[in-house]
């Protein structure tokens, strides 16, 4: 048995951007298991934008990361050892660990997974925490009818990928907005959507009015800045914006709307909101995701970082817009 556990802690709070020297690499042993509790083996950890924010010592909807502890994250893994009656040994788990490759709690918050069909790390993504947060916004903000046209910031990652397949399962138009043409053509072709600005195309505003020639009814919105201003541009009236997240604005600088005037003029319905905030929905959610992924109408990518000493660089690219769908770590 292992006895010490590898961890990254934040160490410092970021000035600007994000950078790894706001992380450190510690090793620490690990205390036999009192009883009632469990260890885990974590197999990968999951990277999402939402971390950026909890770097920062600000007001928001929870409290910020500690400086000098495990980084937050969530995990999923086995139970390599147990004194927990709920917990055997061989159990995959998914958890919130944070960044390091063991964990040991007293099971509460640790839920057992079944990767039979569907594999363990798609329980970060499509069928966990980012999938969940997709079903929400779309199902219960947008709520789009057939023949309706929905777009999609940051369409190839974890949450857009999952938005836009359920909106076209509802019969509403996806159009998907993202970086670079390979990921364009990957929303298109493989995730189905019926288009895909690239925003690094130069043209956002006059590819996304071509893309939607009736306008726009539903946004889901991840990024901010550019893409929800051409968006806005293009809403119906009665139009819904459901805010996941505001990645344009996580390094602290000022996001202005260009053209605030749109929500009253269009009558939009603008609404923020945080999954953690909405577990009842959770077992519903993660049933229908987790059945057409096992039945593999659900798509999904992932870039898998090896190491937990190259979580930070794969942290700070994904903030970037490096990564292709899911950014997950493997740590064995």
């Given amino acids: 048995m292992a006895e010490v556990n590898r961890q990254i802690l934040l160490v410092s709070r970021p000035q600007g951007a994000a950078s790894a020297d706001n992380f450190k690499l510690v090793e620490a042993p690990l205390a036999p298991l009192a009883d009632g509790e469990v260890r885990v083996r974590n197999h990968y950890l999951s990277l999402d934008p939402y971390m950026r924010g909890r770097m920062n010592d600000a007001k928001s909807y929870a409290p910020p990361q500690p400086l000098n ?73 947008i709520a789009p009818k057939a023949g309706e046209t929905v777009v999609v910031s940051a369409a190839s990652g974890a949450v857009g990928s999952v938005v836009g397949q359920l909106a076209k399962l509802a019969g509403a138009r996806a159009v998907g907005i993202a970086g670079g043409a390979e990921k364009c053509r990957y929303v298109v072709e493989t995730l189905g959507f019926d288009a895909c600005v690239d925003y690094k195309a130069g043209n956002l505003y006059e590819d996304l009015k071509a893309s939607t020639p009736n306008g726009v009814d539903g946004c889901f919105e991840n990024v901010g800045g550019d893409g929800l201003d051409a968006t806005l541009a293009r809403m119906n009236a009665f139009g819904r914006i459901a805010v996941c997240g505001y990645i344009a604005g996580y390094d602290g600088a000022p996001v202005p709307l260009k053209h605030p005037s749109l929500i009253l003029t269009q009558r939009l319905l603008v609404q923020g909101f945080i999954i953690t905030e909405h577990l009842d929905v959770w077992p519903a959610a993660l049933k229908e995701l987790g059945t057409l992924v096992a039945q593999k109408k659900l798509h999904y990518r992932e870039s898998i970082a090896h190491g937990l000493e190259n979580a930070p660089e794969a942290f700070l690219g994904m903030l970037k817009g490096r990564n292709f769908g899911k950014q997950l770590v493997k740590l064995i």
């Fill in 69 to 141: 502890e495990v980084m937050i994250g969530g995990t999923a893994g086995e139970v390599i050892e147990s004194k927990n009656a709920a917990f055997k040994p061989g159990d995959k788990v998914i958890g919130m660990f944070g960044w390091q490759e063991f964990g040991t709690s007293d099971g509460k918050g640790l839920q057992k997974v079944d990767d039979t069909h569907v594999p363990l790390s798609a329980y970060l993504g499509p069928v966990g925490m980012p999938g969940a947060t997709g079903w929400y916004g779309l199902n219960r903000i």
